[in-house]
T-cell receptor, first 115, second 115 residues
Framework: NAGVTQTPKFQVLKTGQSMTLQCAQDMNHEYMSWYRQDPGMGLRLIHY???????DQGEVPNGYNVSRSTTEDFPLRLLSAAPSQTSVYFC??????????????FGSGTQLSVL | AQKITQTQPGMFVQEKEAVTLDCTYD???????LFWYKQPSSGEMIFLIY??????QNATEGRYSLNFQKARKSANLVISASQLGDSAMYFC????????????FGKGTRLHILP
């Protein structure tokens, strides 16, 4: 059982470049989300989705786009990378709105550096 | 507004002592859940414990227990008989079931267990 698969693990970008962080889960979870982790700031929610075709903004959505065309995939797009987007990014998923939704499953993280 | 506060940036505790990590939250939703996660130096996010707002008893999982005080809006994590392997970052998180179902995290507490 793969769980939440996040790629790549490491990425270096130049300012202004674009890229997509991939996230896939094989647990049929309705809820998927992206967080960024910065020292002293904890995990901050970027975007989240409660099902295919539904996305919503989190706490720090600026500079990031998402889409949810399938239940399994939830890619995060950086359209024009900025040094302020240097961070560790986590994808996470869970069931939504049920008693089984007591646990959020995390990917292994992506270390992104923007020069 | 949904909010999680962890007021202890860092803690030092002697091995085998009990540890309490503080977490307070704010929500107007009567239906919510509270989580604790551990992040060791390897960076992975490890689920520890969950408490639902309607649960009558405090949640326990092995050496972990959640001291849930609803009126005070606090959800402190208690680790009994601490071990060197408990040294890590600890995050408190909250999910509002009745609203948009998003999950937000606190800034975390770095716990150091001293031999």
């Amino acid at each position: 059982n793969a769980g939440v698969t996040q790629t790549p693990k490491f990425q270096v970008l130049k300012t202004g470049q674009s890229m997509t962080l991939q996230c896939a889960q094989d647990m049929n979870h309705e809820y998927m989300s992206w967080y960024r982790q910065d020292p002293g700031m904890g995990l901050r929610l970027i975007h989240y989705s409660v099902g295919a075709g539904i996305t919503d903004q989190g706490e720090v959505p600026n500079g990031y786009n998402v889409s949810r065309s399938t239940t399994e995939d939830f890619p995060l797009r950086l359209l024009s990378a900025a040094p302020s987007q240097t961070s560790v990014y986590f994808c996470a998923s869970s069931y939504a709105g049920t008693a089984e939704a007591e646990k959020l499953f995390f990917g292994s993280g992506t270390q992104l550096s923007v020069l | 507004a949904q909010k999680i506060t962890q007021t202890q940036p860092g803690m030092f505790v002697q091995e085998k002592e009990a540890v309490t990590l503080d977490c307070t939250y704010d929500t107007s939703d009567p239906s919510y859940g509270l989580f604790w996660y551990k992040q060791p130096s390897s960076g992975e996010m490890i689920f520890l414990i969950y408490q639902g707002s309607y649960d009558q008893q405090n949640a326990t999982e092995g050496r972990y227990s959640l001291n849930f005080q609803k009126a005070r809006k606090s959800a402190n994590l208690v680790i009994s008989a601490s071990q060197l392997g408990d040294s890590a970052m600890y995050f408190c998180a909250m999910r509002e079931w009745g609203r948009d179902d998003k999950i937000i995290f606190g800034k975390g507490t770095r716990l150091h267990i001293l031999p």
